[in-house]
């Protein structure tokens, strides 16, 4: 069984920062990509940064320049350091990860359960 573990949302104030972290635990053959997609009330979720196992990155363009995303495979972990936040980063955050259970699982997609950020004063 896997697990996705996701740490360090809560509340902050404008222009600070935070650091969220996603573990994968349980049975793992081999992980793909990763990446954490945001959700806000009444919109749809949206990908906010992705990371591939050459630590190849991509990100939304409103985040460019303001969050960075890394990983340490030998850990299994992601971070993404969040910096500069705004009031419209406010929203549920998910860990995505793209990988395979067993050696003879297929590649599949697996989600935390979510870490509310909120930008506030």
């Known amino acids: 069984q896997v697990h996705l573990v996701e740490s360090g949302g809560g509340l902050v104030q404008p222009g600070g920062s935070l650091k969220l972290s996603c573990r994968v635990s349980?049975?793992?053959?081999?992980?793909?990509?990763m990446a954490w997609y945001r959700q806000a009330p009444g919109k749809e979720r949206e990908l906010v940064a992705s990371?591939?196992?050459?630590?190849?990155?991509n990100y939304l363009d409103s985040v460019k320049g303001r969050f960075t995303l890394a990983r340490d495979n030998a850990k299994n972990t992601m971070w993404l350091q969040m910096n500069m936040v705004k009031s419209e980063d406010t929203a549920v955050y998910y860990c995505?990860?793209?990988?395979?259970?067993?050696?003879?699982?297929?590649?599949?997609?697996?989600w935390g359960q979510g870490t509310q950020v909120t930008v506030s004063s």
């Open positions: 349980g049975s793992i053959s081999s992980i793909d990509a």
């Open positions: 990371i591939t196992t050459g630590d190849s990155t």
């Open positions: 995505n990860v793209r990988m395979q259970e067993y050696i003879w699982s297929p590649m599949m997609n697996y």
